[in-house]
């Protein structure tokens, strides 16, 4: 099992965003998560493709595209040609679930489904073969900088429960309210990507607070073994 650290730019300064994507480089992150926001789905208004395509030439890091939006069928071509390697949707956020999995597949994408807080592990029964990785939201989607919800910890226990069922298809992300307090317990429940913003990007040194990190995830793995 592996770890990968995911910061969000949804914390990051937009004014030296370049600078902020080269720091948490140079700390060893491999994913970049990039938080897309519409509104309407949850109230705040973030990015678009413009953006992601912008990002796309200034990094070689894997761009994990999380669509908090409604009707996300519209727009998963869009993002994916702007160059998102990855794209989850949200499970609360379509009636045709399958559907919009199965575009973001054709497309070439890794293929994410995600759960917000209230929603329970077992309304995604009849997709978790469609995925390869699972995001759990671990605060409220729309704003950064909240506190981590505990409950998520269970959720992860359940997907990981569930992943030997599907000889192991699909990774577990967590997002929201992830830092130096709660790495050891999400990694030692099953998550494998970690989407951290406030605790990175909000801290004299993001390269640093990347190294940090990815530390006590390495060191929450030796104890599992």
Known sequence: MKVEIAPSILAANFACLGEEIQAVEQGGATLLHVDVMDGHFVPNLTIGVPVVRSLRK?????????????NPDRYVEAFAEAGA?????HQEATPHLDRVLGMIREMGREVGVVINPATPVSTLSEVLDKVDYVLVMSVNPGFGGQKFIPEAVGKIRQLKELRARYNDGFRI????????????????AGA?????GTSIFHT??????????????????????
């Open 58 to 70: 200034a990094t070689r890091l894997t761009l994990d595209v999380h669509l908090m939006i409604e």
């Open 85 to 89: 390697d990855m794209i989850s949707v």
């Open 173 to 188: 992300e967590v997002d929201g309210g992830i830092g130096p307090e709660n790495v050891s317990e999400v990694v030692r």
């Open 192 to 196: 494998e990507l970690l989407v951290a």
């Open 204 to 225: 004299p040194d993001p390269a640093e607070a990347v190294r940090r990190l990815k530390h006590l995830a390495s060191e929450a793995l030796a104890q599992k073994v």
